[in-house]
């Protein structure tokens, strides 16, 4: 079975610091990485993904991810935070004998103080 | 214009009772999913569906059934609901072949009293 970890439960940062979330995934073939957003209310809006390529992967908002295959990871990471970035952050996995579904870590709670 | 769409909003209904959320896409997706977010923000998957195919998760109650009239609808019909459905329900849609994202829908905030 799939499994998405994301280690960071709550972060609480400072504004201008700089963020770093993990996220680490099971499947062992081909995947498709994504990171999502939901901010207090809303609904998931997507950040990021990782289809081929460039494993440093350019997002919305500053947001950056790194797809390293050796580590089974898809971190996340922005280099300066802003109150506006406070919100819930998921992981996700698409592989391709995954179906149509996809496997969400169980997301990361950022808390950015002015 | 939007995307997919979610109705109600929210829905406050007393146990026991049956009641249905609504999805719409105007995405051209052929895929659709409903997904359960605990007030932990925990999100899971109940089911995958397109015209030829549902997934279900095995650890759905089969109190809940999807409903598509057509593409471009997926209903989430619920009944007997109990005290422990209480939780956020979204709507997403996506093609089913290739890489691609999955679009959510606002949300529908579901509390059984």
């Known amino acids: 079975a799939q499994s998405v970890s994301q280690h960071n439960h709550h972060v609480i940062l400072s504004e201008a610091a700089s963020l770093e979330l993990g996220c680490n995934y099971s499947y062992g073939g081909t995947v498709n990485l994504f990171w999502y957003v939901q901010y207090p209310g809303q609904h998931l809006q997507l950040l990021l993904k990782?289809?081929?390529?460039?494993?440093l992967v350019k997002g919305i908002k500053g947001f950056e991810a790194e797809f390293i295959k050796s580590k089974f990871s898809f971190n996340l990471r922005k280099p300066s935070v802003q109150w506006s970035d406070t919100a819930e952050y998921f992981c996700?996995?698409?592989?391709?004998?995954?179906?149509?579904?996809?496997?969400f870590g169980t997301g990361t709670s950022l808390t950015v103080i002015p | 214009d939007t995307a997919v769409s979610q109705t109600p909003k929210y829905l406050v209904t007393q146990m026991g009772n049956d009641k249905s959320i609504k999805c719409e896409q105007n995405?051209?997706?052929?895929?659709m999913y409903w997904y359960k977010q605990d007030s932990k923000k925990f999100l899971k998957i109940m089911f995958s569906?397109?015209?030829?195919?549902?997934?279900i998760n095995e650890t759905v109650p089969n109190r809940f059934s999807p409903k598509s009239p057509d593409k471009a609808h997926l209903n989430l019909h619920i009944n007997s609901l109990e005290l422990g459905d209480s939780a956020v329900y979204f709507c997403?849609?996506?093609?089913?072949?290739?890489?691609?994202?999955?679009?959510f829908g606002p949300g529908t905030r579901l509390t059984v009293t």
């Open positions: 997403a849609s996506s093609l089913r072949q290739g890489p691609y994202e999955q679009y």
């Open positions: 990782y289809f081929s390529g460039d494993p």
């Open positions: 995405l051209g997706h052929d895929t």
């Open positions: 996700a996995v698409k592989g391709p004998n995954t179906g149509n579904q996809f496997y």
């Open positions: 569906y397109n015209n030829k195919e549902l997934i």
